[in-house]
């Protein structure tokens, strides 16, 4: 018997989401990643450019279509504007 993968999407893959990939289980694991851009990143993880806060990130959610979202992402800069974009603009955007 086969066991499928759980496909997960980490929002966010900077030092918290690669610490993630680097502790998942490939095998349990269908690993998929976005980031505002693109870096090396280990082998066991799908990767997208995406931004969060832009219009199309929902489409590229739809189309991986994950059953687990991991949010992970971090503000550019230490104001409220990007707090409050990056916490909760960019949920309630797409999530």
Do not use: W
């Amino acid at each position: 018997m086969e066991i499928k993968s759980l496909k997960v999407l980490i929002i966010g893959c900077g030092q918290l989401g690669f610490s993630i990939v680097n502790n998942a289980d490939p095998d349990v694991f269908k690993l998929y990643g976005f980031s505002r851009s693109l870096r090396k990143s280990p082998a066991s993880i799908e990767m997208h450019q995406v931004d969060i806060l832009k219009t199309d990130a929902i489409d590229v959610i739809k189309l991986i279509n994950p059953e687990i979202i991991i949010y992970a992402v971090s503000a550019d800069t230490q104001s409220i504007e990007s707090y409050q974009d990056h916490y909760v603009v960019g949920l309630k955007k797409n999530l």
